[in-house]
């Protein structure tokens, strides 16, 4: 129930017990509040992590980048892969719940978080954040415009700073056919592969994936 603004969302029944779903393939148990942002269709979820990971190709000596993390949705999946991950959010709430996710699955040693506004994201932006050779985006429905422009830019300085593979998740086709655009016409990349994941049966939203990586 919300009988007023956020902060009054309660159980209304049963009065006790927790929210959490789960990844088999990973081992993961995510734990959430009800109202964090997790993905509707939580089958479906399943296949959306499993495929992007695969996506990403990553190696165990791999730093990856996971940007608009929430409470690890990938985040998580991809520690149990690798030695370092770095997962930024926008909202401290989710920060803080990434990180108690973290340590419910014993995590807390191979993965960080950091509290970021990836609404304004320069190239100082990118480079206080270390190279990484994999980022994984899943942006909210506004995209990621900004972070794309940062690329274009460090692309045009000749940065080393620029991941080699992208996998882009996106719940909005218009803003990530904008993405595409910047990353492939300005920042060097070339769009390797895309499909759709049917998080939202019998709607006319979908959910979409795209993979680009530098020549």
Not at 2 to 16: C, H, M, N, S, W
Not at 62 to 72: S, T
Not at 121 to 148: F, H, N, Q, Y
Not at 196 to 215: C, D, G, K, L, Q
Request: net charge neutral; glycine share 6%; aromatic share 8%.
């Amino acid at each position: 129930m919300q009988p007023k603004g956020i902060d009054t969302v309660a159980p209304f029944y049963p009065l006790t017990g927790k929210l959490c779903y789960r990844l088999p393939e990973f081992e993961i148990e995510m734990p959430f509040k009800p109202a964090d942002f997790t993905q509707v269709n939580h089958m479906m979820n399943r296949a959306l992590v499993s495929r992007a990971i695969r996506l990403l190709g990553v190696q165990a000596s791999d730093r990856v980048l996971d940007l608009f993390c929430g409470i690890g949705n990938f985040t998580l999946p991809l520690a149990r892969r690798l030695k370092t991950v770095l997962g930024i959010e926008g909202l401290e709430s989710l920060t803080t719940r990434a990180k108690a996710n973290a340590e419910h699955n014993q995590l807390a040693d191979k993965v960080s978080f950091m509290q970021s506004n990836l609404f304004e994201v320069s190239t100082e932006t990118i480079a206080s954040w270390s190279k990484a050779e994999r980022w994984l985006m899943d942006p909210p429905r506004e995209g990621a415009m900004e972070i794309c422009q940062a690329l274009a830019q460090l692309h045009e300085q000749g940065s080393d700073l620029l991941p080699q593979r992208i996998v882009y998740v996106s719940c909005n086709p218009k803003t990530l056919a904008r993405d595409t655009d910047i990353l492939g016409h300005q920042a060097g990349y070339v769009l390797k592969s895309a499909g759709i994941v049917n998080m939202f049966p019998h709607t006319s939203h979908v959910e979409s994936m795209a993979v680009f990586e530098r020549p």
